[in-house]
C-alpha cells in the first residue's frame, strides 16, 4: 500500500511540474524590444517564445500585464502568431501641446516616447507586420499596422488574439458585449475573474488600489473590440461581427485601432488619464470648425418618454408648430441656443423599430411649419437642432443625407441628433444587388458609416450627436463635428425602465463610459418623476450632473413648466456653461462619488460638481484650483439637512459665501444627492 501511494504521489507531482511548464511558455522567453514612458513610469517588454510573440507591461518595476499575446486568425492562411522573428525596431520620443476647438480642456499635452517593431514571419507565405507602442506616464497605446507586402494584397481578419493579462486579482466595473441592447446597461461591478464577455471602456481596481481602462482608440474602418475573458485574469480582444462572417477586410496598408490601457494611482486620475484616447487620434482633418458653438439646448423629448406627448402624428403630436414655438419662447427668455424637436418628420406612424423604410429627412410632417419655425427661431437667436432617427434603415439614410444636410445648413440647424434604434445585429445594409444585409452596431460596415456621416454633415457646417451610436473612440479630434453621443443608458432610463437607473448610475458612468469622451446624457429632470416612477435622485445631484457628465452639447430635459416650479434651481441650469478651459477632478472612487471642477472657457468662473450613490457623504475639498490672491462668490446649490433620494428628494438649499483659494469647503451630500458650485469671481 505504501509503495503504491509513493507511486500516486510521484505521478501527480510530475503531472503538475508538466502542466506549470506548459502554462508558463514565457520562461524562457527572450525580451528583444523595450520602450518606458517619458518618466520611466511604464515600461513595455517584447517577448519571443518559440517564434511567438508578446508583450508585458511594468509599472515602477511591478508588473501590470503579464505576458500576453499578439497576433490574428486570418481568413484562407489561419493564425498569424507563430515563427515570428524581430526584423527591425526603432524608437523615438513626441511632445506637443495641442488646442481643442470645444472640449474638457482647452490645451492637451500629448507626451509619449514610442516603439516601432517589425515583425516577419520565418517561413512562406513570409508575411509582416508591425507592432508599434505609444507609452505615456499614464497609459500605453498599441496597434498593428500592415505595410504593402507581396504576401498579400487585402487581408480577411476572423479575429485578433490580442490577449490582455492582468498580474493582479482586480474587481471590474462593466457590461455585456454582443447583447441585443448595444451599450445600454447598468453596470455589473464583479471580481475579474467573473467577467464574461465586455465591451470597452472596461474599468478595473486591483486588490492594491491601481485603476486601468481598457479600451481602443481611433476606430476607423475596423470592428469595434470586446474584452473576452478566456481564463483567470487573460482576456482576448474579440471584434464584433460582420454579416459576411469574417470580422474585418482590408486592403494594404492599413493600420488597426490603437488597443488603450490607462492606469493611474487613484479613480480622480485614472478620469484625467483620458487624454491618452484623444492624443491616440489623427489631428483635426476638418479645418475651422468655429461654426460648431458649445451650447444648451431644451426640446420636445422628455414629454415623448412620460408619453403625454408622441413621436406619431395625431391628437397627441408633440412636433406641432405651436408647440415648437413654445419651446423657441423658453429657449429665447432663459438664454439656451438649442430646441430639439423629434418626430417632425414622415415616418413615425407604424411600426418603426428596426423599420426605418418611411422616414423622410427632407420633409416636415404637415403640422409641423419647420420654413416657418427656423425663421421665427433665428428672429429669437436659436437654433433648432435636427433629429435623423433612422430606425436602423442606415442605407437608406444614406441615399437622404446629403440633402438634409444641405437642408438644414440653408434653414441655420446647425446640429442634428441620429438615432439607430434596433437591437444589436440589427442595422440595415444594402449590398449591391439591391438585397439587404444586417450588420453590428459596432461592426466594421457601421463604423464607416458614422464617419460617412461626419464628412457630409461637415460640408454643411452640420455638427453629429449620435444616439443608439457606436462606441467613442477619440474620433472627435478628427472630426470635431462629432460633438457627443449617448452610447450608454441615459436619463430616459429613469422615466420608464425597471430596474430604473440607481443612484450609483451615474458614479460608474465617470468612470466607465465617460473615459471615452462627451455623453449626451440628458440631465436636469427637476420634477424628479418619470412615467409613474420616481427618478432616484435629488434635485440638487440633477444640477451637479451639468459639471460631473461632460458634453458640448447639453441638454435642460425637464418640461418647461416643470423648471416654473423650481426657479431658484433652476438658476444655475441658465449659467453652467458646456465648454470648459480646464478640467479638475477633486475626488472620486468608481461607482460611489465624485468631484469635478471645471473652469468656463469665456470667463475667470469656475463651476463645482460632486454626486454620490446611494449613501450619504461628507467632503473635504479644498479650492486651491481658483486663482491665488482672488475672492469668489460661491453660489451653492445644495442638498437640505433632511435630503434622501427616497423620501426627501426636494429638500433643497440655496446660499452664497466669499472663499478664495486657500479655503476648504465642507461638502454634504445626502443620499443619492449632489451639490452644485457656480465660482463667480470677483474684479480685480
Not at 549 to 570: G, I, R, T
Not at 612 to 629: K, S, Y
Amino acid at each position: 500500500m505504501h509503495q503504491l501511494r509513493q507511486l500516486f504521489e510521484n505521478t501527480v507531482l510530475a503531472t503538475a511540474a508538466l502542466a506549470a511548464a506548459l502554462l508558463a511558455p514565457t520562461a524562457h522567453a527572450e525580451t528583444v524590444a523595450t520602450v518606458a514612458s517619458p518618466n520611466d513610469v511604464l515600461t513595455v517588454e517584447l517577448d519571443l517564445h518559440e517564434g511567438r510573440v508578446g508583450y508585458r507591461v511594468e509599472r515602477f518595476g511591478e508588473p501590470v500585464i503579464e505576458t500576453s499575446a499578439l497576433g490574428f486568425m486570418l481568413r484562407g492562411s489561419g493564425k498569424l502568431e507563430r515563427n515570428l522573428a524581430l526584423t527591425g525596431q526603432a524608437t523615438r520620443s513626441f511632445d506637443e501641446t495641442w488646442e481643442q476647438p470645444w472640449g474638457e480642456d482647452r490645451f492637451v499635452r500629448n507626451h509619449y516616447n514610442e516603439l516601432h517593431a517589425t515583425l516577419t514571419e520565418t517561413v512562406a507565405p513570409n508575411r509582416t507586420f508591425d507592432v508599434v507602442f505609444r507609452v505615456y506616464d499614464d497609459g500605453i497605446g498599441f496597434r498593428y499596422e500592415f505595410p504593402e507586402q507581396a504576401a498579400a494584397e487585402e487581408v480577411i481578419i476572423d479575429d485578433e488574439l490580442t490577449e490582455f493579462a492582468l498580474a493582479d486579482p482586480a474587481t471590474a466595473w462593466w457590461i455585456p458585449a454582443g447583447e441585443w441592447n448595444r451599450y445600454e446597461y447598468l453596470y455589473n461591478r464583479t471580481p475579474l475573474n467573473q467577467v464574461t464577455t465586455a465591451h470597452t471602456p472596461m474599468t478595473v481596481r486591483t486588490d492594491d488600489g491601481l485603476h486601468i481602462a481598457f479600451h481602443e482608440a481611433a476606430l476607423v474602418d475596423y470592428a469595434g473590440m470586446w474584452l473576452r475573458r478566456t481564463d483567470g485574469r487573460r482576456f482576448r480582444a474579440q471584434l464584433a461581427p460582420a454579416s459576411e462572417g469574417w470580422k474585418v477586410r482590408r486592403a494594404l496598408p492599413f493600420n488597426t485601432p490603437w488597443r488603450t490601457l490607462q492606469i493611474a494611482d487613484s479613480a480622480a486620475a485614472l478620469y484625467e488619464s483620458s487624454d491618452l484616447i484623444l492624443n491616440l487620434n489623427e489631428p483635426n482633418t476638418l479645418g475651422d470648425v468655429s461654426w460648431f458653438e458649445p451650447a444648451k439646448y431644451v426640446g420636445i423629448w422628455w414629454s415623448l418618454h412620460l408619453e403625454t406627448e408622441s413621436w406619431a402624428t395625431g391628437k397627441k403630436h408633440g412636433a406641432t408648430t405651436a408647440n415648437t414655438r413654445r419651446y423657441i419662447d423658453f429657449a429665447a427668455e432663459n438664454g439656451f441656443r438649442g430646441v430639439l424637436v423629434e418626430g417632425w418628420n414622415p415616418g413615425w406612424d407604424g411600426q418603426w423599430f428596426g423599420n426605418g423604410y418611411d422616414f423622410d429627412f427632407t420633409r416636415a410632417t404637415p403640422d409641423f411649419d419647420i420654413e416657418a419655425l427656423s425663421a421665427y427661431a433665428k428672429s429669437k437667436d436659436v437654433h433648432l437642432i435636427g433629429h435623423h432617427e433612422t430606425g436602423c434603415a442606415v442605407s437608406h439614410y444614406e441615399d437622404q443625407m446629403a440633402d438634409a444636410f444641405a437642408m438644414n445648413e440653408r434653414l441655420g440647424i446647425d446640429v442634428v441628433k441620429t438615432g439607430y434604434v434596433c437591437d444589436a445585429g440589427g442595422i440595415e445594409r444594402r449590398l449591391p444587388d439591391g438585397t439587404i444585409a444586417r450588420e453590428w452596431h459596432d461592426g466594421q460596415w457601421n463604423a464607416g458609416h458614422h464617419l460617412r456621416v461626419l464628412e457630409a454633415a461637415a460640408k454643411q457646417h452640420v455638427a453629429i450627436n449620435t444616439h443608439e451610436p457606436i462606441k467613442d473612440t477619440g474620433l472627435r479630434r478628427t472630426y470635431p463635428n462629432w460633438v457627443s453621443r449617448e452610447g450608454a443608458r441615459g436619463m430616459e432610463y429613469g422615466a420608464w425602465a425597471d430596474p430604473t437607473n440607481p443612484p450609483e448610475h451615474e458614479t460608474n458612468l465617470v468612470f466607465t463610459r465617460m473615459l471615452s469622451g462627451p455623453m449626451d446624457y440628458t440631465p436636469g429632470i427637476l420634477s424628479l418623476q418619470g412615467r409613474g416612477q420616481a427618478i432616484q435622485t435629488t434635485i440638487a445631484k440633477q444640477l451637479a450632473l451639468y459639471v460631473v457628465l461632460y458634453s458640448p452639447v447639453q441638454m435642460a430635459a425637464d418640461l418647461p413648466e416643470n423648471y416654473a416650479k423650481h426657479m431658484d434651481a433652476f438658476q444655475f441650469i441658465r449659467d453652467v456653461p458646456a465648454d470648459w478651459a480646464r478640467t479638475e477632478v477633486l475626488n472620486g472612487e468608481v461607482g460611489d462619488y465624485v468631484t469635478f471642477a471645471r473652469q468656463d472657457r469665456d470667463s475667470d468662473d469656475w463651476y463645482l460638481g460632486s454626486i454620490t450613490d446611494e449613501h450619504g457623504r461628507v467632503l473635504q475639498v479644498p479650492l486651491a484650483f481658483l486663482q491665488p490672491g482672488r475672492t469668489y462668490t460661491a453660489q451653492i446649490y445644495r442638498d437640505g439637512d433632511g435630503a434622501h433620494w427616497e423620501d426627501a428628494p426636494f429638500e433643497f438649499e440655496r446660499e452664497d459665501r466669499e472663499v478664495t483659494s486657500t479655503d476648504v469647503l465642507t461638502i454634504r451630500l445626502a443620499a443619492g444627492g449632489g451639490q452644485a458650485i457656480r465660482f463667480v469671481a470677483k474684479p480685480q
